[in-house]
């Protein structure tokens, strides 16, 4: 039995589907792809399948990940064609490799906020956010809310300026017990700017280990 580790896109419309929707899509992928799925034993056997970090419902990403296993062993590259023939458009593996790290390591996630309104006072807007020393946002947790400065460790990486949109890109704490979503930065842009932009876009571009290495 062998652990393979999928690298895949979430694009377009499929942002708007839940977790749980692409788990339930996986899982039909699997059976369509002929592969030699792994299956838990028991009543009620189904594919082993486990996700590094969920994605936000909204959120793009081209750097998402899952692991099941196989009862055969199948060259990398032939698993992501078997996967990308019954997987929809707008996701898409793209590479496949044996785990290295452990989901548990994961520490932090790097994310590109896309805000496109010719409006200047949405560029006025972000100039705000950047110069403030301190951004408190309520982040809801499973024992209440709880509220967290998002200056302490979010790290501003880039801010690209064109004619018809703002580019922030921005990294945030991930995994484990600080899982910070990028709503929270939008939602505390939006309460700056006193209304949302025109269009907002989001995309998750790294996912990262204590150390800074990208998860594989």
């Not at 790290?101 to 790097?110: F, K, R, T, Y």
Request: proline share 6%.
């Amino acid at each position: 039995m062998e652990t393979v580790r999928v690298f895949f896109a979430k694009e377009g419309r499929l942002k708007y589907i839940s977790h749980l929707d692409v788990t339930r899509c996986l899982a039909r992928v699997f059976k369509r792809s002929g592969l030699p799925i792994w299956y838990t034993q028991g009543f009620n056997p189904h594919a082993y399948l486990t996700f590094a970090l969920p994605l936000p419902l909204g959120v793009e990403s081209q750097c998402e990940s899952f692991d099941f296993r196989l009862t055969e062993e199948i060259g990398y590259e032939d698993i992501c064609e078997r996967l990308n023939a019954a997987l929809p458009n707008e996701l898409r593996a793209l590479h496949a490799a044996a785990p290295v790290m452990e989901p548990g390591s994961i520490c932090w996630a790097d994310y590109q906020l896309s805000f496109y309104d010719k409006d200047p006072v949405v560029e006025e807007a972000l100039d705000r956010l950047l110069a403030a020393e301190h951004l408190p946002v309520r982040k809801k947790t499973k024992k209440g809310e709880q509220e967290i400065d998002l200056k302490e460790k979010m790290t501003i990486r880039n801010v690209i300026r064109t004619a018809d949109k703002l580019v922030l890109e921005v990294r945030l704490p991930a995994g484990g017990t600080q899982n910070w979503s990028p709503m929270l930065l939008t939602g505390a842009y939006n309460e700056l700017l006193g209304r949302e932009p025109y269009w907002t876009g989001i995309t998750r571009t790294a996912i990262l280990a204590e150390d800074f290495q990208d998860f594989c």
